[in-house]
T-cell receptor, first 113, second 113 residues
Framework: EAGVVQSPRYKIIEKKQPVAFWCNPISGHNTLYWYRQNLGQGPELLIRYENEEAVDDSQLPKDRFSAERLKGVDSTLKIQPAELGDSAVYLC???????????FGPGTRLTVL | SQQGEEDPQALSIQEGENATMNCSYKTSINNLQWYRQNSGRGLVHLILIRSNEREKHSGRLRVTLDTSKKSSSLLITASRAADTASYFCATGIYGGSQGNLIFGKGTKLSVKP
C-alpha cells in the first residue's frame, strides 16, 4: 500500500514569493490534514478536510494561506506571499476516519530567505 | 495551542535499557496516541489508547493512561539504537476542535550503542 505522498520535499524561496505544496493521501482515506511543524516543536494543525469539505480551518492564516482538496482526494496548500516566519516543515496526513490513527507524509521543508 | 506536554524533553540511554516518557494533558480526551519521528522524516503512528483503557502493549512498547491524573506514559523496553527519534503524544478531543489531534512538543530519545 502506497503511503502519503508529498511534493516537493524541499523548497527555498525569497520572501514575498508564492509557494505551493501538494499532497496525495492514502487511497480511501476520507480525512486529510495539513500541519506545520517548527523546529523542536510538535505539529500544529492548519486545516482538516473531511472528503472535500474543510471542516476545521480555524488555525489557517487566511490572509496568506489557502488550501483546496479537489474531488476529495489530492490537496494543495498555498502561501502567498511567503514571510520569513513561514519557514517550517509542512506535513500532510490522512486517516480513514476522524480521530483514528494518522498516516503522515515525509513533509516539505520550506525555507524563506 | 498545546494540549499535551511530554517529559522529559530529552532522554539519553544505553542500548538495552528501558526508556520511559510521560505525557500530561489538560482537557478530557477521546483517545491518546503516540507517534515517533526520525530526524527529517514524517511521523509514524505507534499506538492508540482509548479513554476507557488503562494499558496497552505493542511489541516492546507499553502505554498506560490515567485519566484521573490526565497523564500517559510510554515505555520502550530493551531499547535499540534504531529507537533514537523524537516521540510525541497526541490527544484526540471532542469539543471546540472536534476530531483533531493536538500534539505535544515531544521527547527526544537518544539510544547509544
Amino acid at each position: 500500500e502506497a503511503g502519503v505522498v508529498q511534493s516537493p520535499r524541499y523548497k527555498i524561496i525569497e520572501k514575498k514569493q508564492p509557494v505551493a505544496f501538494w499532497c496525495n493521501p492514502i487511497s480511501g482515506h476520507n480525512t486529510l490534514y495539513w500541519y506545520r511543524q517548527n523546529l523542536g516543536q510538535g505539529p500544529e494543525l492548519l486545516i482538516r478536510y473531511e472528503n472535500e469539505e474543510a471542516v476545521d480551518d480555524s488555525q489557517l492564516p487566511k490572509d496568506r494561506f489557502s488550501a483546496e482538496r479537489l474531488k476529495g482526494v489530492d490537496s494543495t496548500l498555498k502561501i502567498q506571499p511567503a514571510e520569513l516566519g513561514d519557514s517550517a516543515v509542512y506535513l500532510c496526513a490522512s486517516s480513514p476516519q476522524t480521530l483514528f490513527e494518522q498516516f503522515f507524509g515525509p513533509g516539505t521543508r520550506l525555507t524563506v530567505l | 495551542s498545546q494540549q499535551g506536554e511530554e517529559d522529559p524533553q530529552a532522554l539519553s540511554i544505553q542500548e538495552g535499557e528501558n526508556a520511559t516518557m510521560n505525557c500530561s494533558y489538560k482537557t478530557s480526551i477521546n483517545n491518546l496516541q503516540w507517534y515517533r519521528q526520525n530526524s527529517g522524516r514524517g511521523l509514524v503512528h505507534l499506538i492508540l489508547i482509548r479513554s476507557n483503557e488503562r494499558e496497552k502493549h505493542s511489541g516492546r512498547l507499553r502505554v498506560t493512561l490515567d485519566t484521573s491524573k490526565k497523564s500517559s506514559s510510554l515505555l520502550i523496553t530493551a531499547s535499540r539504537a534504531a529507537d533514537t527519534a523524537s516521540y510525541f503524544c497526541a490527544t484526540g478531543i471532542y469539543g471546540g476542535s472536534q476530531g483533531n489531534l493536538i500534539f505535544g512538543k515531544g521527547t527526544k530519545l537518544s539510544v547509544k550503542p
